[in-house]
């Protein structure tokens, strides 16, 4: 059993993948969804502690300013990405969310994949290609859940520190 985070841009594939992993019986939670996420766009902690504390097998996404401040009670933190302009078609073609329609949230979206990444990608403890299919992700995700927990080297550049992505 394990808690994992999937994080990564805006249009990387988090909610299809996690649509596929509850089709497979799992226990996700979108956090883009269901006032998970506080008016300032973080995270309620409140709320995502509890959880936590309640599920030892579950899969969470999102990516949000305070996320970094929970990595130390996921077994494993999967960034997903893919190059912006990836990013960017899916996001203008999606129907299931809003954001990325406008150019000024593209603009964003390149943005952050810019500035925003990079520091997710310290914070990860595993990298997987957006590109690929959601089932292919959902199995990698699978294979890291039935693995037991272990004593974990740490992310590549290390944990995430109190607030941000990861430090």
């Avoid at 909610?15 to 019986?25: A, D, P, Q, Y």
Wanted: aromatic share 6%; proline share 5%.
């Amino acid at each position: 059993m394990a808690r994992v985070l999937v994080t990564g841009m805006s249009g990387v594939g988090k909610s299809t993948v996690l649509r596929e992993l509850h089709r497979r019986g799992h226990l996700t939670v979108d956090t883009d969804y269901g006032g998970w996420e506080l008016p300032d766009g973080k995270w309620d902690e409140r709320r995502l502690a509890r959880l936590l504390a309640e599920h030892l097998d579950l899969v969470v996404s999102g990516c949000v300013e305070n996320q970094g401040r929970f990595y130390d009670r996921f077994e494993h933190v999967v960034l997903l990405s893919a190059p912006v302009h990836v990013l960017i078609d899916r996001v203008r073609l999606r129907t299931n969310n809003p954001y990325g329609k406008t150019v000024e949230q593209q603009d964003e979206i390149i943005y952050y994949a810019r500035t925003v990444e990079p520091r997710l990608r310290k914070g990860s403890t595993l990298e997987l290609d957006g590109q690929r299919p959601a089932a292919e992700l959902a199995d990698a995700i699978e294979l890291l859940m039935t693995r037991a927990p272990s004593a974990r080297p740490g992310p590549r550049g290390g944990r995430g520190g109190r607030d941000g992505f990861a430090g």
